[in-house]
């Protein structure tokens, strides 16, 4: 379900392979969501999230220093988006992930899905150019 494909490069290799794991990480949430042989996914769940923390973090300060460097103009907007994705991952809390486990994977899937698509295909993709 979750495939980065050509429309999502920006033409910057590191971003483009940081943007493909952040793939790979929802495609991992997606692919436990639909797992029917794990009746308590909370440590899944947990697992993948902190996952999603830290390649958060790690991305957004490459991004950011990537576009500082080059003197990029819209850093500023990227960086008040930055922080707003940073905001909801870390409010997600573990103890409520645990009491319903299917509606938090599917909470995380919208939010990480609403950030692959626009946030790539309409911010993103403009630092390449």
């Given at each position: 379900?979750?495939?980065?494909?050509?429309?999502?490069?920006?033409?910057i290799?590191?971003i483009?392979n940081?943007?493909?794991?952040?793939?790979?990480?929802?495609?991992?949430l997606?692919?436990l969501?639909?797992?029917?042989f794990?009746?308590?996914?909370y440590?899944?769940i947990?697992e993948?999230?902190i996952q999603?923390?830290n390649y958060?973090?790690?991305?957004?300060e490459?991004e950011?220093a990537y576009?500082?460097?080059?003197?990029?103009?819209?850093?500023?907007?990227?960086?008040?988006?930055h922080?707003?994705?940073?905001?909801i991952?870390?409010?997600?809390?573990l103890?409520a992930?645990?009491?319903?486990?299917?509606e938090?994977?599917?909470?995380?899937l919208?939010t990480?899905?609403?950030?692959?698509?626009?946030h790539?295909?309409?911010?993103?993709?403009?630092?390449?150019?």
């Amino acid at each position: 379900m979750y495939e980065f494909k050509d429309e999502f490069l920006t033409g910057i290799e590191q971003i483009d392979n940081e943007h493909r794991k952040l793939f790979e990480i929802a495609e991992e949430l997606y692919t436990l969501k639909n797992e029917q042989f794990i009746p308590d996914k909370y440590d899944n769940i947990r697992e993948i999230l902190i996952q999603l923390k830290n390649y958060t973090i790690t991305h957004f300060e490459h991004e950011e220093a990537y576009m500082e460097s080059i003197g990029y103009k819209r850093m500023f907007t990227q960086k008040i988006q930055h922080d707003a994705l940073r905001e909801i991952v870390n409010e997600w809390d573990l103890e409520a992930l645990d009491e319903n486990q299917d509606e938090a994977i599917d909470e995380m899937l919208r939010t990480i899905t609403d950030w692959l698509v626009n946030h790539i295909l309409n911010q993103d993709k403009l630092i390449g150019k």
